[in-house]
């Protein structure tokens, strides 16, 4: 059996020293060092109480999504680039600093305790000849009270910010959020009205639409395949309070047909773009109630942002379908995750027909028919994406309707 390099097309011919995880073979150790911020976090020969926001950014920029712990969003900027509306800037930069530049997660370390991030990065771009021609550079020249906490926040951010307030108000016609009524009121909203209220807010005032929200998954970010489709994604969402009034939008939300909104400005933004069915499809979910739709967008979330709750809750269907609730170690959960990191990054794979062969009890045979497992792999994968049998608890989450796809 050929063994392929878990980073290139090549054949594989090592095996990380540290651990024995399927999955983790090299061709070169070229390859094994670009993927070593994303495996040292399940590497076994490391301990993860050594893992620190430097080391999360690095691989938030490796992976290509932003970070999601709240740690890492303050201390390099995330926070405060929200209140200049510069989130994706600031992630771009960092992606050119850690990629292009290869600015290792010990350096970042260092450099922001010593409050000399700015100064030293400044000095990379220097060296590494890019400060005339990089655009992330010239963002981060205006923009370095983001990057650097001591600075101070520039007085004229606070008016941008009431700026972006009242748009909202104006798109909802709802009042301004220091109302002291708005509460209530949003309380009183049918849901739908209070789910587009808080996808305009979340827009317009540069909260980003982070997984694993409900927004995230409700709104169809989830099938973007990377950070910038996200983005365009937002600006598609913006675009449609600017040509909608608000009630348009939440009654088509309510009743599914909010793609029929989306597809003119889709073809606009993005002509040809692969994941137009699946957003469609999630746009549609409204009309089928009592399908679990929703349970795929979940996983891709709790692989992405590492979120255990998801996968540790007893008779939580994420472990009932995806093979959780078969692992046996934590390595078994490891080397789902792993498995899952690459089924989403794939462009063969549609998330939605992942789903079906979860509910159908079909994994195995699935995955197996788009990646090919090596015999390790065989054995291994063949005991974790076993049918689970899980008995129903009263205590447990309600057991999930059976999957019914839309016609
Ligand atoms: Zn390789
Ligand atoms: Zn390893």
């Known amino acids: 059996m050929v063994l392929y390099c878990a980073m290139c097309p090549n054949i594989a011919t090592k095996r990380c020293d540290g651990c024995q995880l399927s999955g983790v073979n090299y061709c070169s150790k070229d390859c094994q060092g670009k993927d070593w911020p994303e495996h040292k976090f399940e590497c076994k020969s490391m301990s993860s109480s050594h893992f620190d926001t430097a080391d999360q950014l690095v691989r938030a920029a490796h992976r290509g999504h932003m970070p999601h712990d709240t740690d890492t969003l303050h201390e390099y900027g995330f926070v405060r680039a929200t209140k200049a ?74 008016d941008e ?45 540069h909260i980003s639409i982070f997984p694993p929200t409900h927004l995230w998954i ?46 003119p400005l889709l073809s606009a933004y993005e002509p040809g773009w692969g994941r137009r069915r699946e957003l469609l499809y999630v746009l549609e979910a409204p009309r089928f109630p009592g399908y679990n739709w929703e349970l795929v967008w979940r996983l891709k979330a709790a692989v992405l942002i590492e979120e255990p709750y998801l996968i540790n809750q007893p008779g939580h269907p994420l472990r ?49 028919s788009i990646l090919g497992f090596e015999r390790r792999e065989q054995r291994l994968f063949r005991r974790l994406l076993r049918r689970y049998d899980y008995i129903f608890g009263e205590s447990d989450c309600p057991p999930p309707p059976a999957f019914i796809a839309p016609p």
């Open 85 to 158: 509306g510069t989130l994706h800037e600031l992630f771009d930069f960092w992606v050119e600093v850690i990629v292009t530049l290869e600015i290792p997660a010990r350096s970042l370390r260092v450099w922001r305790r010593n409050w000399v991030l700015c100064q030293e990065i400044k000095l990379a771009y220097a060296n590494s000849g890019r400060v005339s021609t990089s655009q992330a550079f010239e963002w981060f020249q205006a923009n370095q009270w983001i990057v650097e906490q001591c600075l101070p926040i520039p007085r004229r951010f606070e």
């Open 161 to 205: 910010q009431d700026a972006d307030v009242a748009r909202v108000c104006q798109y909802t016609g709802l009042p301004h959020p220091r109302d002291p009524n708005l509460r209530e009121i949003r309380a009183a909203l049918p849901n739908s009205q209070a789910i587009c209220y808080d996808l305009c807010q979340g827009i317009f005032c």
């Open 218 to 263: 409700l709104f169809g970010f989830g099938v973007c395949k990377s950070d910038s489709e996200e983005r365009t994604l937002e600006e598609i969402y913006k675009r449609l309070f600017q040509l909608h009034p608000f009630e348009e939008i939440w009654r088509a939300y309510d009743t599914g047909v909010l793609g029929d909104l989306i597809e």
């Open 320 to 368: 009932i379908f995806y093979g959780f609730g078969n692992a046996e170690s934590m390595d078994d959960v490891r080397e789902l995750k792993r498995l899952y990191r690459r089924l989403f990054r794939d462009d063969n794979v549609i998330p939605t027909e992942l789903h079906r062969a979860a509910v159908k009890w079909e994994l195995y045979r699935f995955v197996d």
